[in-house]
């Protein structure tokens, strides 16, 4: 930032705490511990909607809300609440002597209460006729340019209420997530599903294959890790009898890259099911993306980009070698041996980098998310995942290779995950002891060894469907948000210098 606008700013601010000392030599707080609100200006824009032109109501309402305008020496102000705007008539005509004094202290940012009647303009415009006046907190610092201010995209992140108070896009949208989790929640309280809360501090970084935040907890003198997810602790409920059905609207961590479509902190609802497999957990998926679609945004057809995107149920099923058969030619599924699955695909992809010592499950996982992903624009569950890429889920009824567990992609991304949840705890001990055996060989992302879990298992789950939704994707797709950055209040930033 340069010197002249670091002074030009500090003359501004100046300017206003100079009036700061005019608002109180009036014997008026700048800033008040209460003011009078009756209405607000949605409510009012609504019930005056059939005013005609040129009339007076009489009605006396009273509002507050901050200048985002101020013509005419203050005598039309533009009042924007978090409902919407109002137009503020003042002259002496109307507005008493003390708060004509104030009014020439007003600035663009300032938050103001009024009392006044109301009334439509010739021009047909709602207004009111302002009775009085009073500055309820003063600005400072100046709002940004209103065409030039947050052209910056990093401010828009870092300072993010500035970015609240001039772009009416950005409210919506975040307004909009809170309202799809609002609906998340009632629909599955709904259909009998128990909200619950879990650690975010554990000792053994459980429930997914992901790097952790490592924290230190003093009192224990011990390393601890933020969630990655809820998963082990979800099903340790229901072993214990809490519910047949259990959801969380967890915050989880991951210590990975920052992309657009990535954040280490996010949210997810995780739910799971007893007596249900993942086929159930499909139906469930769709009915509560398709809802909550329909019922903020009153469709369940929305555009992302260039495209147009239908959530409507029953979504398309394929399995996830069908979808690599299809892209690259090779039908794994005639394939046994992992060397001999490395061969094929380095033969069929030779653009591809094949890990030396990729199992058959992770060649096919790496195909898929080389050849495939880029063409899912459409919901579609992807089923019948590879054991050797999922140590939580039960293996399919009919291939020992696979499991019964599906990712649902839109617009090329994942956006869920769902197994019918591995129950057997000795099979469950093996899994994670090859999971160890791979990290120990230089894997990065493997799941930990849980004994504490296993003992959990071993005390007996019933037949259970566990599905993961990512709320920050899901958000991005509902409100056409290209960076997740835009649907997080407040998203990970590196500090400026």
Not at 80 to 103: E, M, P, W, Y
Request: glycine share 6%; proline share 5%.
């Amino acid at each position: 930032m340069t010197h002249e606008k670091l002074n030009a700013e500090d003359h501004l601010r100046q300017v206003r705490i100079d009036k700061l000392d005019k608002i109180r030599a009036l014997g008026d707080n700048p800033y008040p511990y209460k003011c009078e609100v009756t209405h607000h200006a949605g409510s009012l824009q609504e019930t005056y909607k059939d005013l005609s032109n040129e009339t007076e109501t009489g009605d006396q309402v009273a509002v507050a809300g901050r200048v985002m305008s101020n013509r005419n020496s203050g005598m039309f102000i533009d009042l924007q609440d978090v409902t919407g705007r109002i137009q503020i008539f003042s002259n002496s005509d109307c507005l008493n002597a003390h708060s004509l004094k104030i009014l020439d202290l007003v600035d663009l940012g300032d938050w103001i209460s009024v009392k006044g009647f109301i009334r439509r303009t010739k021009r047909g415009e709602l207004t009111i006729n302002a009775q009085e006046l009073s500055i309820i907190s003063k600005a400072l610092l100046p709002l940004p340019e209103k065409y030039h201010g947050l052209a910056d995209i990093e401010k828009r992140y870092r300072q993010r209420y500035l970015d609240l108070i001039v772009t009416e896009e950005s409210r919506t949208r975040l307004r909009n997530r809170s309202n799809i989790i609002q609906t998340l929640r009632s629909l599955l309280t709904e259909r009998g599903f128990l909200e619950v809360e879990t650690p975010m501090l554990q000792t053994i970084p459980g429930g997914a294959a992901a790097k952790p935040f490592i924290t230190h907890h003093n009192s224990l003198d011990m390393s601890m890790y933020l969630r990655i997810a809820p998963e082990l602790f979800l099903k340790r409920l229901i072993i214990g009898g809490l519910s047949d059905k259990v959801f969380e609207m967890n915050r989880c961590f991951r210590n990975e890259g920052l992309s657009p479509r990535h954040n280490p902190e996010f949210t997810m609802v995780e739910m799971y099911q007893a007596f249900a497999d993942y086929h159930d957990l499909m139906e469930l998926a769709e009915t509560l993306v398709s809802t909550v679609a329909q019922t903020v945004l009153g469709t369940m057809k929305v555009t992302y980009g260039d495209h147009e995107i239908d959530f409507t149920p029953p979504w398309d099923r394929r399995t996830m070698t069908s979808l690599v058969e299809e892209k690259t030619g090779v039908d794994f599924n005639l394939i046994q041996g992992d060397a001999e699955a490395r061969a094929a695909a380095i033969k069929a992809c030779p653009d591809v980098q094949v890990p030396k010592g990729a199992t058959w499950g992770e060649v096919i996982a790496l195909l898929f998310e080389e050849k495939v992903e880029e063409h899912l624009i459409q919901p579609i569950h992807v089923i019948d995942l590879p054991l050797d890429i999922s140590p939580l889920a039960k293996v399919h009824q009919h291939d020992p290779r696979l499991t019964e567990r599906f990712e649902t992609f839109v617009n090329r991304w994942e956006v869920a995950n769902a197994f019918s949840e591995l129950n057997d705890p000795l099979d469950q001990f093996e899994r994670f002891k090859k999971q160890v055996t791979q990290q120990e060989a230089g894997a990065d992302e493997t799941h930990p060894m849980d004994e504490d879990f296993v003992t959990a298992l071993e005390h007996g789950m019933p037949p259970t469907g566990g599905l993961g939704i990512g709320i920050d994707r899901l958000v991005m797709l509902l409100t056409n948000a290209p960076s997740i950055r835009d649907v997080i209040a407040f998203p990970t930033m590196r500090p400026k210098e």
